[in-house]
């Protein structure tokens, strides 16, 4: 079917509404309420929502059919238009409900970030083992940070530094017993 005989078609049946015609509004939905679901759902994200507003789009075609102006817009276009404008309310609403709880409430509301002295007692650990760590031999040091901090295997290490894994495990041995060493102090 030719698109402006759909517009004359969808046109006529909105005048139909506007004189008390049921059956023109059923047209009038078969016709648009997929097109209008797709709107609704794209602004609310969330089917129930989207679905209780269509039926209010609906509703307002039915009472205020007699508005629709053919030289203002096409149909679809003032269909959307209400069913946008309704969402957008819909969004209003809910936000606004969200947004009316009593202060009191705020106390309850719980804070995941951690404590200011605990920020800083974490601050001055993690400054302590990186001043412990930088009292090691540079590859005790280097070995340690790349298996603790990067992850790396005591295969990978030592292939990396060229040496026997017997030798990479030595020095990060030995490397712990200083940091904890110097921890201890």
């Not at 015609?21 to 759902?41: I, N, P, Q």
């Not at 508005?67 to 606004?96: K, M, Y």
């Not at 804070?111 to 800083?120: H, K, N």
Request: with cysteine; net charge neutral; hydrophobic share 45%.
């Amino acid at each position: 079917m030719d698109e402006a005989v759909r517009r004359r078609e969808l046109q006529a049946a909105i005048a139909r509404v506007a004189g008390g015609d049921r059956a023109a509004l059923r047209l009038v939905y078969e016709a648009t309420s997929a097109k209008l679901f797709g709107v609704l759902l794209r602004i609310l994200n969330d089917r129930s929502e989207a679905e209780d507003v269509l039926q209010e789009v609906y509703l307002t075609v039915w009472r205020k059919a007699g508005a629709f102006d053919e030289a203002r817009a096409s149909p679809i276009t003032w269909l959307v238009a209400i069913a946008r404008n309704r969402a957008i309310d819909r969004l209003r609403g809910t936000r606004l409900g969200r947004a009316s709880e009593p202060i009191d409430t705020a106390e309850q509301v719980p804070d995941p970030a951690p404590l200011a002295a605990e920020t800083l007692e974490i601050a001055q650990e993690n400054a302590r083992l990186n001043d412990c760590l930088d009292e090691l031999e540079a590859r005790q040091n280097a070995a340690i940070r790349a298996a603790f901090l990067d992850g790396l295997t005591y295969e990978e290490l030592a292939q990396r530094q060229g040496v026997p894994l017997g030798t990479m495990k030595s020095w990060i041995r030995r490397g712990l017993a200083k940091l904890r060493a110097c921890l201890e102090r």
